[in-house]
């Protein structure tokens, strides 16, 4: 029984490829098959692309190497004990405030009242005034008013202080307060800005400890943890002390 799908549907007639004219164009549908069936016929089973490796040899964009820390200068980096301990209690916290808050989700536990008027989250200076010593204003973040704050708004709120302290000599205790407590908060994982501004975060703290006197004992620790807590437990491993 004849194959109906291998039965040729349009009659082209015999192919006399010395007659074929290939230097005009087919006049007649006729002439058009046939120029099919010759170019078929001399096209090989398999094609290869000639590639040209030279091209290769140099890069086609100009891709920059992301900012790293500045080295720690002598007896201020921290030791590998050390950061482990602080990523260790870090982990904890975050922990047990997931867990509150699941609680509290599942009405397993009464939400905690926070007592105080916190800024609008487009209140920039509110939230500055709110998380440093400048005035009067600054509120301490207790875990009430941490769970009170939703995701996006601690990310603001993040972005706010981060771009604060980097017009600012040191981090004052107070502000770092607050920058322990938010990370403590900020849900995983982290958005592109989010990523952006931790970084951040690690190359200021960096750049003060680079300019510090070896007996500001306080200040070169503080700036060490959240070095530490920014590559280490975030993940910007390129960042972190050795």
């Avoid at 120029?35 to 290769?56: H, L, P, Q, T």
């Avoid at 973040?141 to 980097?166: A, G, R």
Wanted: net charge negative; with cysteine.
């Amino acid at each position: 029984m004849n194959d109906p799908f291998k039965e040729p549907v349009l009659y082209s007639g015999k192919l006399d490829e010395e007659s074929l004219d290939l230097s005009s164009l087919p006049a007649t549908g006729e002439e058009y098959i046939k120029r099919v069936i010759y170019e078929a016929r001399n096209c090989d089973d398999v094609a290869y692309a000639k590639i040209d490796d030279s091209r290769f040899k140099k890069p086609t964009l100009n891709v920059k190497p992301l900012p790293e820390c500045i080295k720690a200068p002598d007896c201020m980096g921290p030791t590998q004990e050390w950061q482990n301990h602080q990523i260790s209690e870090f982990s904890q916290i975050r922990m047990e405030i997931a867990q509150f808050r699941d609680e509290i989700k599942n009405k397993k536990k009464r939400r905690l009242l926070c007592k105080v008027k916190l800024p609008d989250i487009s209140d920039q200076e509110g939230w500055i005034k709110v998380c440093t010593t400048t005035n009067e204003n600054y509120i301490e973040p207790l875990l009430s008013i941490i769970l009170s704050i939703n995701q996006p708004s601690i990310e603001q709120v993040l972005e706010y202080l981060v771009n604060y302290l980097e017009k600012q000599e040191l981090i004052q205790a107070e502000l770092g307060r607050w920058l322990y407590a938010l990370l403590s908060a900020l849900e995983l994982p982290l958005n592109p800005d989010m990523c952006s501004c931790l970084r951040s975060l690690a190359r200021y703290c960096a750049s003060m400890r680079a300019k510090l006197e070896s007996t500001k004992i306080n200040d070169v620790v503080s700036l060490n943890l959240f070095i530490c807590l920014v590559a280490r437990y975030f993940r910007q491993l390129d960042l972190a002390d050795p």
